[in-house]
């Protein structure tokens, strides 16, 4: 039996639902609709491009020494201008002040204790 002519069918199968399982997810990513816009991103945004030093960029070379943000944009207002993110809203984002306590197991909802090695090394 010659086994260089055989076809995985399978194989290839998967292969093309994969690729169209990604294409699909970033299509549904891509075309999501945004959760509208707050005050207050829009007023971190402004605090943030008035605390950040205004952009440098070489004109006079044909080399920009300084590199760029991007393929896309050379600069961070350049990508702002294209893309239109603003800053997340902080206030909804979780806030774990401290570091994790490294002998205690689910911080925040059992808490269970690391007594053993088998504990340490889930942890």
Known sequence: MNWNHLTFPGKTTSLVIAFLMLTSVGFAQRNSPKPETSEKQKASLELILKVLPPDQLNENSAFDDRGSLSFLDRTFNDWLERTGELPPDFDL???????????????????????????????
């Open 93 to 123: 984002m979780p806030s774990l002040p401290f570091l994790p306590n490294p002998l205690i197991i689910d911080e925040g909802g059992k808490n269970i204790p690391v007594k053993t090695s088998e504990q340490w090394k889930e942890k």
